[in-house]
């Protein structure tokens, strides 16, 4: 069974940093693409940043890109999202996803697979 458990959520002062990690359980870990998304009330789930099979290759949306830096750890199970310089717009529930098979169409996420359950981010200004 494929699970995606999210942690590090919380409340946190404009211009600081929280570090989110989702750990990753079933099939082998380093097969899968891995992404984050977040959501607000009332809007679609929106893509933040994703990291191909190996890790080498890294996507943002252009609203977090030299902000959050998205890596993994394979020995770990363990993607992370490291977010600076946080915004009140970033507050939203971030989503854990794994996508299997391709790196194709990281943004949308109709083609991922398998989701967490979320951990909120709250951003006060």
């Known amino acids: 069974q494929v699970q995606l458990v999210e942690s590090g959520g919380g409340l946190v002062q404009a211009g600081g940093s929280l570090t989110l990690s989702c750990v990753v359980s079933?099939?082998?870990?380093?097969?899968?693409?891995v992404g984050w998304f977040r959501q607000v009330p009332g809007k679609e789930r929106a893509f933040v940043a994703a990291i191909a099979w190996g890790g080498g290759s890294t996507y943002y949306t252009p609203a977090v890109k030299g902000r959050f830096t998205i890596s993994r750890d394979n020995a770990k199970n363990t993607v992370y999202l490291q977010m600076n310089s946080l915004k009140p717009e970033d507050t939203a529930v971030y989503y854990c996803a794994r996508k299997d098979y391709s790196d194709y169409n990281l943004n949308r996420a109709d083609e991922y697979n398998y989701w967490g359950r979320g951990t909120q981010v709250t951003v006060s200004s």
């Open positions: 079933g099939r082998t870990f380093s097969s899968y693409a």
